[in-house]
Structures are given as structure tokens and as C-alpha cells.
């Protein structure tokens, strides 16, 4: 049945105000239906204004964006991205069909219109990722394991079946997990007295976007989170940070009407920074905070430091943000060290993605 349907790319325009970006929103709203049909809420969706300034082209990285029609109505979305600093070779790929037109090669279209993209730009292994609420068993006989051999996701999952049959292999597991700021006020003043006495030597800065006179010391530490992370067997490239690319992600995140909140910790004997985590505040959706990175310096770990920084952004998010309800974050099921901050800080599974990759020709 595929043959009815035909892939049109999305034209990004100015602004989501302009008369030309009727497209683009209903582009938007298909995301946010297809993240409420894996989820049952909103929090993965995001307001328009900040996918239009995420999807910009930007010197550090292309996206491509696609889509299908059953008539009028758009109901299936697919996109290429690609980094043009490092991981040459690479390429973010997804293709994603609303409930109601699964099973007609849709999706198929659009992962085959997006593996396209990334041959055109001579990319030979392509990266996905697959979204899988809790509530499987994880111990099942038939359960996918990913390479790291930590964590599993449904064996009788559509996109499991989809990537497997599309020729990805599963490298890694990412926790999705979630606070409900409202629940975890009672074991806070214990944690922050025990991470405040580790880290005497060190002292806590925060900050709504990251100041000039820091961002080519903040590159070093951006930098490392390519490195210092867990990967599965499909392994990154170390990704170069200066203070260029630093000022050209904050306005980016600018340009996305999204608020960075970061908290550092510098030791105080040198003045270095040694560690930092940020929580990205998108406008219209200010109740639900993303948590993006969390880094401390290897040399600097073993005091605390990341319960400490992680605490000093959660009151920052807090006190800015008076409907402040939520914050979700992402971490490799085998990185057990962050996987313990957090869940002493009160986050809960409510997730898994998985993590896949292949490797064209």
C-alpha cells in the first residue's frame, strides 16, 4: 500500500507566525500526537518555537525533516541529522507513523527517505533510537539486550520489530526517569548537608545561560561529556568544544525561547571549574524542566559534587519558575554512579529508549 503515499521534506520557516508555517506547526502537532500515543501525557512534547530553533541548520550540525499525507492529513513524520564537526560518518535517523496508519509502509517510506539524506552526504552508519514506556518484563526469556548488556526493551515491540527489521542492532539502554519536584522535599536537607560537608573545597555558581567569561572553560567540561559517558559497542567520536560553540548553543537555545540553568562547581584552591549539570526551561512549558547534562571531572569525583550541583539547579528551577512541577533526564542503564544521584534525589523510572545503530553497505 505504500505506493499511495509520497515523502515531502518540510520547509522550516522564519517564524512559527509567519503565513508560510501552517506546515511546520502541523508538523509540530504530529510530534507532539506521537509522543502522547507512546507516553499518555505531555511531557516529551515540546511548543513549536523551540523545535524551530532546534531544527535549524547550524554550522555545527544539518537536519532534514519529512512527512507523509493520507490525504490531508499529515500522519507520519521521519528526519535525518547530522553533525558536521565530528562523527562525520554518522547520521540521526527516525521514522515515526501515528497508531491509526501503522502498517501500510509508511514508516518505511520515511526511514528510506532519511537513510537517503545521510547517503547523499556520504554518512555510512545510521543511529536511531526507540521509546518503551515501563511495565514490560524485563527478565523475559525473549527480552532485547543491548550490547552493554545492561537493561533490556519488549521483544514484542512495533519499533523493536521495525529497527530489527530495518538491519539496527541495539548498543544501549537509556533510563527515562522523572522527579515530581512536590515528592522529594523530604530527604533533600540530609542529602544537601552530607554533600555540602563532602565538597568543603569546592564552591557552587549558577547561572541562567552561561556567562561570556566562562565559555571557553565551560567548552573543556562540554567537551568531555563525548567522552566520559558510557556507550554501548557503537562508540562516538570525541566532540571539540571552544568558546565558538558554546555561544553558538546558547543562542540556539536562545533562538528556541528556551532558558539553559546550569550550576558549577569550582574547586577553590585552583578556581576551576570541575563540574556542571543544566536543565534546559522551554518557553510555554515551563513546568516541566529537561535535565540535560551532568559532568564531574573524574579527578574531582568522590565528594558529592554531582548531588551537590544537581540540588543547587533544582532550587535555582524552583525559585525562577514558580509552576515548576517536573524534571525528566536521560541515563545509560549501566551508569550506575549517576543512576544512584539520581534516584536518591527521588527520580523514578518511567521508561526506556533504546539506542540502535547500522552500518550502511
Known amino acids: 500500500m505504500s505506493s ?13 507566525y509567519d503565513a508560510d508555517a501552517a506546515e511546520f506547526r502541523e508538523f509540530s502537532d504530529l510530534t507532539d500526537a506521537i509522543e502522547r500515543q507512546i507516553w499518555g501525557n505531555d511531557d516529551r512534547c515540546s511548543p513549536a518555537a523551540f523545535r524551530l530553533g532546534v531544527w535549524r541548520d547550524t554550522s555545527y550540525e544539518l537536519t532534514s525533516l519529512f512527512f507523509v499525507r493520507d490525504g490531508e492529513r499529515m500522519v507520519g513524520r521521519g ?9 562525520r560518518d554518522r547520521a540521526m535517523v527516525r521514522a515515526e507513523v ?13 526511514l528510506d527517505a532519511a537513510t537517503e539524506e545521510a ?29 552493554t548488556g545492561y ?25 527515562y526517569s522523572e522527579l515530581i519536584l512536590s515528592e ?47 556507550y554501548g559497542v557503537d562508540r562516538y567520536e570525541s566532540a571539540e568544544w571552544d568558546a565558538d560553540r558554546v555561544a553558538s ?13 546550569y550550576a558549577v562547581a569550582r574547586h577553590r584552591a585552583s578556581g576551576q571549574l570541575v563540574a556542571y549539570t543544566s536543565l534546559w526551561i522551554r518557553s510555554g512549558k515551563e513546568d516541566v524542566a529537561d535535565q540535560d547534562d551532568t559532568l564531574v571531572a573524574p579527578e574531582h569525583r568522590g565528594h558529592l559534587l554531582g548531588t551537590l550541583i544537581k540540588l543547587a539547579n533544582l532550587n535555582a528551577y524552583r525559585d525562577r519558575f514558580p509552576t515548576a512541577r517536573k524534571v525528566v533526564t536521560f541515563n545509560a542503564e549501566e551508569n550506575r554512579p549517576m543512576l544512584a544521584i539520581n534516584e536518591a534525589l527521588g527520580f523514578r523510572p518511567v521508561g526506556y529508549d533504546g539506542e540502535w545503530y547500522r552500518r550502511l553497505g
Open 79 to 87: 528526519w535525518c541529522q547530522m553533525s558536521l564537526k565530528e562523527d
Open 249 to 261: 548553543l546558547e543562542a540556539q537555545l536562545s533562538d528556541a525561547n528556551t532558558l539553559p540553568l
Open 151 to 175: 537493561g533490556a526493551l519488549p521483544a514484542d515491540s512495533r519499533a523493536v520489530a521495525f529497527a530489527s527489521a530495518a538491519g539496527f542492532e541495539l548498543s544501549q539502554v537509556e533510563r
Open 119 to 147: 547517503a547523499r552526504y556520504s554518512r555510512t552508519i545510521l543511529n536511531s533510537f526507540t521509546e518503551h514506556p515501563v511495565g514490560f518484563d524485563e527478565e523475559a526469556p525473549d527480552a532485547v539486550v543491548p550490547s
Open 98 to 110: 501515528l497508531d491509526d496508519f501503522t502498517g501500510r509502509g509508511i514508516g518505511r517510506l520515511l
Open 184 to 230: 522529594y522535599d523530604g530527604g533533600r536537607r540530609a542529602l544537601e548537608e552530607a554533600a555540602t560537608a563532602a565538597a568543603a573545597d569546592y564552591e557552587v555558581l549558577v547561572w541562567e545561560g552561561i556567562p561570556v567569561e566562562y565559555q571557553a572553560e565551560m567548552a573543556v567540561l562540554l567537551g568531555r561529556m563525548s567522552t566520559d559517558v558510557p
Open 4 to 16: 499511495q503515499y509520497r515523502v515531502q521534506r518540510l520547509r522550516l520557516p522564519a517564524s512559527i
